[in-house]
């Protein structure tokens, strides 16, 4: 029996605005992947109080369990809620956009699920007018 090919699972991608984060998933996320996108996302908050969030998942294979335990990941979690302007998910399990619609009213920032067909429309909306954006806030 061979081993599972693993390789990192989240990378970042470039953007258009420094106040726009983005990042691509493909396969199993490790705890450690997990971190460091937090850690990205605390050095932005300290450049920024609220960013744009585009997360584009190709393949999800799920992730270590352990980093719901993990100090960091709470606290990331915790502090995405206080300084995200606007999330965008594009692609993922069906489980996802569902789960999506249902809890999106119970956030602040304003969430969005778009297929992987549709992400230009997710890039278009992330970006969006930043000036209209503050004045609805």
């Known amino acids: 029996m061979t081993d599972k090919l693993r390789h990192p699972a989240f990378t970042q991608l470039k953007t258009e605005r420094d106040d726009v984060y ?53 606290a990331g979690k915790l502090h995405a809620i206080r300084h995200m302007r606007r999330y965008a998910l594009v692609g993922g399990p069906a489980w996802i956009a569902n789960a999506i619609r249902f809890f999106a009213p119970l956030f602040r920032m304003e969430v969005r699920h778009f297929e992987l067909d549709d992400e230009a429309e997710a890039w278009r909306w992330i970006y969006g007018n930043i000036d209209s954006d503050e004045e609805a806030a």
Do not use: C, P, W
């Not at 450049?47 to 352990?66: A, E, W």
């Open 22 to 74: 983005a990042f691509e998933i493909n396969g199993h996320i490790s705890k450690q992947e997990i971190e460091e996108a937090y850690q990205i996302l605390e050095k932005a908050y300290e450049k920024h109080d609220k960013i744009n969030l585009f997360v584009r998942m190709g393949r999800y294979d799920g992730f270590d369990l352990s980093a719901l335990f993990s100090d960091i990941t709470y």
